[in-house]
Nanobody, 132 residues
């Protein structure tokens, strides 16, 4: 049974840093696309960041525009995990953050190609609250 379990959420002040972790079990995800989405109250779930395996034997990272330069996604394949380092947090980053995995990443190169509908597995989410 595949499971994705997020951790690391909490309440912080604007400007602080938080690291989210997602540990996967049930299979090896080293070649899967791993992503973070978020959903703020009253809003749709949106893409945040993703890491995909490329034929060049390297991982490629995608970010939504609003988090570029502040968030970093990185894997720890030794423990089947993907992390999201979030720096310089803003109140508008407040949301439930979800870890997701896809056997095949979406086609194309634009970060806008990532959709919740294209992901195969989901975690239950972890809440991050940023106060001003």
């Amino acid at each position: 049974q595949v499971q994705l379990v997020e951790s690391g959420g909490g309440s912080v002040q604007a400007g602080a840093s938080v690291r989210l972790s997602c540990v996967a079990s049930g299979r090896t995800f080293s070649t899967y696309a791993m992503a973070w989405f978020r959903q703020a109250p009253g809003k749709e779930r949106e893409f945040v960041a993703a890491t995909t395996w490329r034929a060049t034997n390297r991982y490629y990272a995608d970010y939504t525009e609003s988090v570029k330069g502040r968030f970093t996604i990185f894997r720890d394949n030794a423990v089947n995990a993907v992390n999201l380092q979030m720096n310089s947090l803003k109140p508008e980053d407040t949301a439930v953050y979800y870890c997701a995995a896809a056997k095949s990443p979406p086609l194309g190169t634009s970060s806008t190609r990532w959709s919740p509908n294209g992901m195969d597995y989901w975690g239950k989410g972890t809440l991050v609250t940023v106060s001003s």
